[in-house]
Nanobody
Framework: QVHLAESGGGLAQAGGSLRLSCQAS????????MGWFRQAPGKVCEFVAT????????YYADTMKGRFNITRDNAKNTVYLQMSSLKPEDTAVYYC?????????????????WGQGIQVTVSS
């Protein structure tokens, strides 16, 4: 399994931006589709975005379309989540996930490796 480590979280104001990074190690990164999920206090884990192993396809949750952008750099073993027009309801712990999938998935059990998560807090 690949090891994942998120970075780039923190505090942002509503309307602002943050970029999350997820560094992978210990596996063949380009073999994995990647995903971002989040979990707010008292809520279930929620799909955010996913990207195929080749970066040829991406898919977003409806509430993130047009605001979030997932990309990957296979040479750097890193996947990114650029978040813009942030809202207080985007406050959550964000998790990076890797799965041996070709096209990505919005279903969390499809991903076998998970990062520890990183806090994103958006103030109003």
């Amino acid at each position: 399994q690949v090891h994942l480590a998120e970075s780039g979280g923190g505090l942002a104001q509503a309307g602002g931006s943050l970029r999350l990074s997820c560094q992978a190690s210990g596996g063949s990164f380009s073999s994995y589709a990647m995903g971002w999920f989040r979990q707010a206090p008292g809520k279930v884990c929620e799909f955010v975005a996913t990207i195929s192993w080749s970066a040829g396809s991406t898919y977003y949750a409806d509430t993130m379309k047009g605001r979030f952008n997932i990309t990957r750099d296979n040479a750097k073993n890193t996947v990114y989540l650029q978040m813009s027009s942030l809202k207080p309801e985007d406050t959550a712990v964000y998790y990076c996930a890797a799965g041996l999938l070709r096209f990505g998935s919005k279903i969390s059990p499809d991903f076998g490796s998970w990062g520890q998560g990183i806090q994103v807090t958006v103030s109003s």
